[in-house]
C-alpha cells in the first residue's frame, strides 16, 4: 500500500494524484437485480408447525420510508395514509425481500415484479405518548400528550411473479 507520507506529498495531493488509478466501482462491476438464496434442510433442527391458515412466507417492504417484516394476515399500523378509504387495497410495489423456509430472495434494491397487498381496515389515532419535563429544584415542570395518526392495515397477501412462494 502506498501512503501519502512515503511519497513526500499531503493528503490533498497524494489523493488527485491516484484518483485516476481507481475505477469507479459502478462502472466495474454489473450486479444482478435478484439474489437468490437456497438453505439446505438440517436434520439437526426439527422444522416448525406452520398454522394451515398462512402461508409460510414473510416478505420486508418499505412504506413511509419505514421497513416491516410481514407475513400473511398479519396487522400492521402505518403512519397515517391519506388517500385510501377503509376497506380499500393497497398493493405494494418495495419489497426489499421475500423468503421462505427453503429459499431467500433479496432484492437490489427492491425484488422486481413482486408486491404485498394490503387491506385498509382504521383510520385512527396512536396510544398517548406522555412528554413530561422537569428542571430539578427550579420549581418549574410541564406534562404534554401526542397521539399519532395511524393507518391500520392487514397483509392479504403476498406476490412475487416466476417464483414458486
Do not use: Y
Not at 394451515?52 to 403512519?79: R, S, W, Y
Amino acid at each position: 500500500m502506498i501512503s501519502a507520507f512515503r511519497c513526500g506529498l499531503s493528503n490533498v495531493h497524494f489523493f488527485r494524484a491516484i484518483a485516476p488509478l481507481i475505477r469507479p466501482l459502478s462502472t466495474t462491476l454489473s450486479l444482478p437485480k435478484l439474489t437468490l438464496v437456497s438453505h439446505p434442510q438440517s436434520n439437526q433442527f426439527p422444522a416448525a408447525t406452520v398454522p394451515e391458515h398462512c402461508k409460510p412466507v414473510f416478505a420486508i417492504m418499505k412504506l413511509n420510508g419505514t421497513q416491516f417484516k410481514v407475513t400473511v394476515n398479519d396487522v400492521i399500523a402505518v403512519d397515517r395514509i391519506k388517500d385510501p378509504d377503509i376497506g380499500e387495497t393497497i398493493d405494494i410495489k418495495d419489497v426489499l425481500l421475500i423468503g421462505t423456509r427453503d429459499r431467500t430472495w433479496v432484492g437490489r434494491p427492491n425484488v422486481p415484479e413482486s408486491r404485498v397487498r394490503l387491506l385498509v381496515e382504521e383510520q385512527t389515532r396512536d396510544e398517548k405518548v406522555v412528554i413530561f419535563k422537569m428542571r430539578r429544584r427550579k420549581g418549574s415542570k410541564r406534562t404534554k400528550g401526542f397521539r399519532r395518526h395511524v393507518t391500520v392495515m392487514r397483509v392479504t397477501d403476498i406476490f412475487c411473479k416466476g417464483m414458486e412462494l
